[in-house]
Each structure stands twice: as structure tokens, then as C-alpha cells.
């Protein structure tokens, strides 16, 4: 009985460091303050920038959450350290605490940490440096194949497979998993960086890791400890009401804010020493001006066909 009262009331004492002081919540609140400034690149002090305040917070319990998620950046640059035994474990459990559509969990992740085979993927990913210098190295792939197989042991026709709803699915499933370690991983002072190069080449990745049919990459996760004194800035967002509709989508003329935003991440990119070929608006672009530009994804539909996830005949409604 005293043992239970004393679990619901937590220790008498709380040692030093745990003790939150008045002092310790208002350096908190000042600094995920100016981290929401920071997000719009109102701290590189451009005088273009839209200056709207920084809003209320919402309460205090949710300041370290909101100082996680604020402080985002991807780091590219890892130290050579192992990361501490359970690590992994642990970011797959905040993965697998993600959503997830009618609890069907159509996603897997295949964890590399072997030198030769994050080598060979590097390679397959547009031969990113940062994949090789990650002592981990997580592929999240959408994963039809573990639900195909229970539709078979139940008998059912497993009619919904194949359609372009359930490849969504398992990549939304996939994402939301992965943004889940990323938060965990960042709580845990480590780096990370997505890879979406793992589409470029997706019969050979999937040849790489030994998936089965119904099971494609949709990117992968560089994870590791940053290289002391490579720390990146936070990257600037473009302003809120470019990307925030109330109500309804507003067809506003947005060309005014978008100019200010090339200029926001001018400043950014000066600060950290990197010389872009264009602005923001004009990178963005050419990301997309030719199907070259797509480095392969564009025959993502062909790939996810040869793997069972999309049928090749468009189908008619059964309803
Ligand atoms: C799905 C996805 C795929 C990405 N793929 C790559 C990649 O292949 N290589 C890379 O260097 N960064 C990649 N990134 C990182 C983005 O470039 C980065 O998130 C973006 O520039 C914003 O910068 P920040 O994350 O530092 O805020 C990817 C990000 C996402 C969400």
C-alpha cells in the first residue's frame, strides 16, 4: 500500500537536475519563441521578411515538444560513433506508436548498419556520402505483402490490393512512422536525414535488401550522431498564410511573399557559406522541368507494377 502511494506520488525529492525552476520554464518559453521566429528566417534579420508576431503558446507542458520539433534541421555529417546499444529499438517503438490506417500497419523498415551493404545502397541512393558516414541506416518500405499473405490465410479474395488506395496507404503508414523516430531520434541529440533517393532505382534496392513482391522502398533514414561543429541552421519555412488556408483555399496572388522568401533563403544560405544556383523559386522549378529532373522516378508507376503493389490494368468498381 505504501509502495503503491509513494509510485503515484513519485519520489519525495526530486534530485537537482529534474527540478523545474521559474527560471528554467521562462529560458524555455524564450527560446522556443524565438524558434518560431527562427522557422521563418525572421532571425537571419531580412527586412523583406513578413513580421507577423509570434503567437501565444499554447501551454507550458508543450514547450519541449514544440523546442524539439522547432529546432528540425537534417544533419548530413556524422560522427564515427555506434549508437548506444537499444537506440534502434527504441525508435522503431516511436515509429510503430505513429497512426496508422485501420491499424493494418502496412509498412516494415530494414535497419543497415553493415559497412559493405550501406556501401551498395549509397550507391543505389544517388551515391549520398551521409549514408556511408551513418552508423544506421533505416529503409522504410510500404509493405503489402505481410497483408496479402493474411488475406490468403483467411481465404479472402484480397480484391483491394493492386489499387493505387492501398500503395497510398502503406507510404502514408510509412511516413508517419518514420516522421515518429525522426522526432524520437532528435530527442535523443542524434541526426537525421531523409532519402528519397531510395525510389531512383527501385527493382535494384529491393534486389539489395531481399524484399518480396508487394514490398518497394518509399525512402530511406540516415541516423547517427552529428559531427561536432557541423551544426546546420534551421532551414526558414515559407511564411504561414502561404501554406495555411482558413476555411477555404484562397486563390491568392502569393508572388509578393514568395519574393521574400527567395530573399529569406539568400540570407540562409549565405550563413552557411553555400553558393545555390538560383534562387528558392527558381531551384524549385527546375526540380521539375523535365522528366530527367525526376533521376529515374518518373517510371515509379512501371516499378510499383514489376513489384506486385499497383496493377497494370486499371480496374473497374466492383460497387
Ligand atoms: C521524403 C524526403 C526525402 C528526402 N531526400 C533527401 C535526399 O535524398 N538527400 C538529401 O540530402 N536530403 C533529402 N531530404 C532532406 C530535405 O532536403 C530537407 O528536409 C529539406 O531541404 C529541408 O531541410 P531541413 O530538413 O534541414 O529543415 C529529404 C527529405 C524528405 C522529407
Redesign the pocket.
Known sequence: MAVSRQLRRGPRVRPASDRITHKGIKRLREQVRSLFAERYGRAAGDPGATTAPVPPLPNLASLPIFQTLLT???V?RFAARQLPSGTLEWLVAAAQSASTSSNLQTWSIVAISDPARKDAISRL??D?A?IREAPLFLIFCADLARLSAISAQEGQPGEGLGYLEMFLMAALDA?LAAQNAVIAAEGLGLGT??????RNKPRELAAELGCPERVVAV??LAIGVPLPGQR?A??PRLPQPVVLHREQWRPEDRTAELAGYDRIMRVFYDAQGMKPDGTWTQQSARRIATVASLRGRHALREALQSRGLLSAEPRAGTA
Open positions: 528540425h534541421r537534417s548530413r541512393c544517388a549520398q551521409f511516413t536525414c531523409y532519402v528519397g533517393a531510395a525512402f530511406g546546420t534551421i532551414k
